[in-house]
């Protein structure tokens, strides 16, 4: 993806999440000076396989399993530092240097322990599907402007008022809910206390880093969470998540200006997944849902929770396409295909007489559609040893030509694996 010309590449998910964006910044991030994370909160788990280790990243960029590469947490996400802490020693524990090579923003904002009481009291979150880790209150008092960012917790003194603040919110919220948990300041203000100095040891001025990074002419890939259509303004609201998940939010989430954005690379399944509740317009049916769960292992990284499961949608990532500026799309778990006798990919939307051809903003018009599909023949053989699309069969490569044709958007790269070595790069394999 890096070349003289392209120097600065966001990678986002083109679906509802779990595309496997992770894997993608993993093996990008091998020619990259700078990884950053732009939005989202510790909801995200990046799972990247090397050899026989499995690594599952919840707040820590991908690229960080590259000796040498910087990572950077952005201003954008909302940082539990409980967790953080915890990542950080299981990836010490395994070997991987992490010291002098993990930056967070001074301007990213805490996920503090009364916004994952108030999650997990919300019927709303609940009815959403939310992780409950507290990303979504977090994000309503960043708005509010009654957050803690990482920099407050320089200023013990100043730092009270605001915990205080956001206790009182979150404990009216709780009273609200007819809970009877409470929060408390004083152990709240003891937790961040003991945090406090690990934490603001690596607090930088990121987006002077970045301005700094792009003028040197350094390599940055900037890795969002979840994906497109959890977007707070372009996603399938209500159900959402609580950040911009699409290529915009990585210009304002990682302090890096719109201007130096060169490249969008997108990510999508072979087939359409979603966690919780929402519109998923190509869901299977049973026992096909149960069965193309099992095969791709399609279960949250983060919850363990069992993803939807459903054919390629073209509608929604043609939507993708548009709203992020995609340059180039890469297509992962294809292999997870390699069994099924038929394969469909949607189209259209029919809702009563109308035709619909680009995704709608409308959810009553999303719960009455009828996908129109185009039908495909299975290639009922492992795509496991690809390495070219010259390798691949010939069913397989008629159906990636007709979602690049479908989505107005060329395919970059094939996943055919969960290892960093089954993973086609199409601008190196000829036919």
């Known amino acids: 993806m890096f070349d003289a010309q392209t120097r600065t590449v966001v ?142 917790l320089k200023h013990m003194d100043r730092l009270r008022p605001l915990v205080e603040q956001g206790i009182e919110t979150a404990n009216m919220r709780l009273t609200r809910y007819g809970s009877t948990k409470r929060a408390s300041v004083d152990e709240t203000m003891e937790r961040l206390g003991a945090l406090a100095p690990r934490l603001t040891a690596l607090s930088d001025d990121l987006g002077l880093a970045m301005h700094r990074a792009v003028k040197s002419g350094a390599a940055i890939l900037l890795e969002g969470a979840q994906g497109s259509l959890l977007d707070i303004d372009h996603g399938t609201y209500p159900f959402v998540t609580s950040s911009n998940t699409t290529v915009g939010g990585a210009a304002t989430g990682a302090g890096i200006a719109p201007m130096a954005l060169q490249a969008a690379l997108g990510v999508v399944k072979a087939y359409t997944t979603r966690v919780g509740n929402g519109p998923l317009p190509t869901e299977f049916e049973e026992p096909l849902g149960s069965h193309v769960r099992q095969l791709g292992n399609e279960f949250g990284a983060t919850t363990g929770r069992p993803r939807r499961c459903g054919w390629f949608d073209a509608v929604v990532v043609r939507y993708a396409v548009r709203v992020n500026g995609l340059t180039g799309l890469a297509v992962t778990k294809l292999d997870v295909l390699d069994t099924l006798d038929t394969l469909g990919i949607c189209t259209g939307y029919m809702v009563g007489d109308a035709l619909y051809e680009e995704f709608p903003a409308d959810i009553t018009e999303l719960d009455a559609l009828t996908p129109v599909y185009e039908w ?56």
């Open 11 to 152: 990678v986002v998910g083109a679906q509802w999440g779990d595309e496997g964006k992770g894997k993608l910044v993993d093996v990008i991030a091998e020619k990259a000076d700078w990884v950053v994370r732009y939005q989202g909160g510790a909801n995200a788990g990046h799972t990247v396989h090397i050899g026989d280790d499995s690594f599952v990243l919840h707040q820590i960029p991908s690229g960080i399993l590259h000796p040498g590469v910087r990572c950077a947490i952005g201003n954008g996400v909302v940082l539990d530092p409980e967790t953080l802490f915890t990542e950080i020693d299981e990836l010490v524990k395994d070997g991987i240097d992490v010291e002098g090579r993990l930056y967070v923003s001074d301007r990213a904002h805490l996920v503090m322990p009364y916004h994952k009481l108030v999650d997990s009291e919300s019927a709303a979150s609940k009815a959403i599907g939310t992780t409950g880790r507290g990303i979504g209150p977090c994000y309503e008092d960043k708005a509010g402007r009654r957050g803690v960012r990482v920099v407050d």
């Open 376 to 431: 495909f023949p299975g290639w009922k053989r492992s795509t496991a040893d690809a390495r070219s699309l010259a390798d691949l069969p010939r069913e397989a490569r008629a159906y990636l030509d007709r979602i690049e044709a479908l989505v107005d958007a060329p395919i970059r790269f094939v996943s055919v694996g969960t290892r960093r070595d089954q993973i086609i790069d199409t601008t190196l394999s000829g036919d």
